[in-house]
């Protein structure tokens, strides 16, 4: 089982949103005290598993977060592959119900056994953090105020037997006291106050996120885009040693 260790650095996952290999090599050697790696939907499908191999030899973590959602045995098909990468997290969409959540779990398991692999955690998207009440209510058409929502699909994933959600720090207080010690919380739209927001509508502060709750935060340009990468990196860990 995939541990969240103390140390501020540990608890930071960095996306490599980049379009190719190449440039996501040059981000990781340019940020080598970063030691967990979020690979997307753009690299990956730009480069394969071939950036994963890259990661594993550094001895870095990898949160393969590519969301899948689609029927049940779509769902099971592409997170047993997913299982024989050797990544430690997967994310599904909740909303693709309990029997395409449960599918994928066991078929996670199974496609890392028969690899000689240690099964990857799937965490579930609750909302994405791109998405405020009013999208909710107006262009999903869902008529729970979105901290239940996302508390609903906590539940959800819980059920199905999957190790965590990924949600919105706004949540993380309540997904914590609903769903308990264990169950892992993975929170982007996470900025440090001397940055901007950008496309994220609900976010926090890293002190903000942990002290809420999350065992990790997913944290990028921030630190991708800043000047010096690895100096951006280095002051969020500081402040979060000073929590």
Same mark, same amino acid.
């Not at 005290?33 to 030899?57: C, D, H």
């Not at 973590?61 to 997967?90: E, Q, S």
């Not at 996670?108 to 609750?126: K, N, R």
């Not at 720090?169 to 993975?186: K, N």
């Given at each position: 089982?995939?541990?969240?260790?103390?140390?501020?650095?540990?608890?930071?996952?960095?996306?490599?949103?980049?379009?190719?290999?190449?440039?996501?090599?040059?981000?990781?050697?340019?940020?080598?005290?970063?030691?967990?790696?979020?690979?997307?939907?753009?690299?990956?499908?730009?480069?394969?598993?071939?950036?994963?191999?890259?990661?594993?030899?550094?001895?870095?973590?990898?949160?393969?977060? =590519?969301?899948?959602? @689609?029927?049940?045995?779509? #769902? +099971?098909?592409?997170?047993?592959? /997913? %299982?024989?990468? $050797?990544?430690?997290?997967?994310?599904?969409?909740?909303?693709?119900?309990?029997?395409?959540?449960?599918?994928?779990?066991?078929?996670?398991?199974?496609?890392?056994?028969?690899?000689?692999?240690?099964?990857?955690?799937?965490?579930?998207?609750?909302?994405?953090?791109?998405?405020?009440?009013?999208?909710?209510?107006?262009?999903?058409?869902?008529? =729970?105020?979105?901290? @239940?929502?996302?508390?609903? #699909? +906590?539940?959800?994933?819980?059920? /199905? %037997?999957?190790? $965590?959600?990924?949600?919105?720090?706004?949540?993380?207080?309540?997904?914590?006291?609903?769903?308990?010690?264990?169950?892992?919380?993975?929170?982007?739209?996470?900025?440090?106050?001397?940055?901007?927001?950008?496309?994220?509508?609900?976010?926090?502060?890293?002190?903000?996120?942990?002290?809420?709750?999350?065992?990790?935060?997913?944290?990028?340009?921030?630190?991708?885009?800043?000047?010096?990468?690895?100096? +951006?990196?280095?002051?969020?860990?500081?402040?979060?040693?000073?929590?």
């Amino acid at each position: 089982m995939l541990q969240c260790l103390n140390a501020p650095a540990e608890r930071i996952i960095v996306p490599l949103d980049v379009p190719d290999a190449e440039s996501a090599r040059r981000l990781i050697d340019d940020i080598p005290t970063v030691t967990f790696w979020k690979v997307g939907l753009e690299l990956f499908v730009s480069s394969g598993p071939e950036i994963l191999t890259y990661l594993k030899e550094q001895g870095k973590r990898i949160f393969l977060d =590519l969301k899948f959602h @689609d029927i049940p045995n779509t #769902m +099971a098909g592409a997170c047993r592959a /997913a %299982g024989r990468y $050797g990544v430690d997290l997967v994310t599904v969409h909740a909303p693709a119900g309990l029997a395409a959540l449960q599918a994928s779990q066991q078929a996670a398991t199974e496609g890392a056994v028969a690899a000689g692999m240690v099964a990857p955690q799937l965490i579930a998207v609750t909302v994405l953090t791109s998405i405020d009440a009013r999208s909710l209510a107006f262009d999903l058409k869902i008529p =729970l105020e979105l901290s @239940d929502y996302a508390l609903q #699909m +906590a539940l959800l994933s819980q059920q /199905a %037997g999957l190790a $965590g959600s990924v949600c919105s720090p706004h949540e993380a207080e309540l997904l914590r006291r609903c769903c308990g010690a264990d169950w892992l919380l993975v929170c982007p739209g996470v900025r440090p106050n001397w940055a901007q927001a950008g496309d994220q509508r609900r976010v926090m502060t890293p002190q903000e996120a942990i002290a809420a709750g999350a065992n990790y935060l997913v944290i990028g340009r921030p630190i991708t885009q800043a000047d010096e990468p690895n100096v +951006a990196f280095q002051r969020i860990c500081d402040e979060l040693t000073l929590q």
